[in-house]
């Protein structure tokens, strides 16, 4: 049984850096692409950024791109979200993913939505 679990959510202000964990357990982890989604208030959950099963690889939506680094340990089984210069249109709950095709490429995971889902942990950037 796969299962993802988020940490690291909180109110930051505008400027502002969080870090989101997601710690992974019930497959062997190095073999999927792993990546963080979130959903705004009122709006549909997107992909914010995807790693590739082998580190390799990564995708972020234009609106992060800079800002936001996603990046694994395999070791740990455990994929980050390092957030800076956060910005109040990030406010959202944030998702952890899990691929559930093995082997697949960061861009792959982010055109699709069946993945392996964490509960969600709420960012909320203040102005």
């Known amino acids: 049984q796969v299962q993802l679990v988020e940490s690291g959510g909180g109110l930051v202000q505008a400027g502002d850096s969080l870090r989101l964990s997601c710690a992974a357990s019930g497959r062997t982890f190095s073999n999927y692409a792993m990546g963080w989604f979130r959903q705004p208030p009122g709006k549909d959950r997107e992909c914010v950024a995807t790693?590739?099963?082998?580190?390799?690889?990564?995708y972020y939506v234009d609106s992060v791109k800079g800002r936001f680094t996603i990046s694994r340990d395999n070791a740990k089984n455990t994929v980050y979200l390092q957030m800076n210069g956060l910005k109040p249109e990030d406010t959202a709950v944030y998702y952890c993913?899990?691929?559930?095709?093995?082997?697949?490429?960061?861009?792959?995971?982010?055109?699709?939505?069946?993945?392996?889902w964490g509960q969600g942990t709420q960012v909320t950037v203040s102005s």
């Open positions: 993913a899990g691929d559930r095709i093995p082997r697949t490429t960061a861009v792959f995971m982010g055109t699709r939505s069946g993945h392996y």
């Open positions: 790693i590739a099963w082998s580190g390799g690889g990564t």
